[in-house]
């Protein structure tokens, strides 16, 4: 599966952007949907996953009841709607998909085989 992510932006602490991944293919539906992101001098940091169905969605702490995760597959499309935007939600953000199920793998950047090309987002105070 081949990964587009768009929708980054420059916004000020407190707005909105929603972010884009859309997938090439006809088996988006079977895949588990994360977003990961890096931030300038650290490793990249987990952010959100989705199940295949969308019926389970996965954060961190540093994110939760901020961001949520969705996806369409009719569309071949994840999302990522990131609220209260603070400076520190800067970073180039990454769609990434992976096969298999598994709570605690859906957090590691090293399940995942297949990454889009990231899109920037810089969240101004």
């Known amino acids: 599966v081949q990964l587009q992510a768009s929708g980054g932006g420059l916004v000020q602490a407190g707005g909105s952007l929603r972010l884009s991944c859309a997938a090439s293919?006809?088996?988006?539906?079977?895949?588990?949907m994360g977003w990961f992101r890096r931030a300038p001098g650290k490793e990249r940091e987990f952010v959100a996953a989705?199940?295949?169905?969308?019926?389970?969605?996965y954060y961190p702490d540093s994110v939760k009841g901020r961001f949520a995760i969705s996806r369409d597959n009719a569309k071949n499309t994840a999302y990522l709607q990131m609220n209260s935007l603070k400076p520190e939600d800067t970073a180039v953000y990454y769609c990434?998909?992976?096969?298999?199920?598994?709570?605690?793998?859906?957090?590691?950047?090293?399940?995942?085989?297949?990454w889009g090309q990231g899109t920037q987002v810089t969240v101004s105070s």
């Open positions: 293919g006809r088996t988006f539906s079977t895949y588990v």
């Open positions: 990434a998909a992976k096969t298999g199920i598994g709570k605690a793998a859906m957090r590691r950047d090293s399940e995942y085989g297949y």
């Open positions: 989705i199940n295949w169905s969308g019926s389970s969605t």
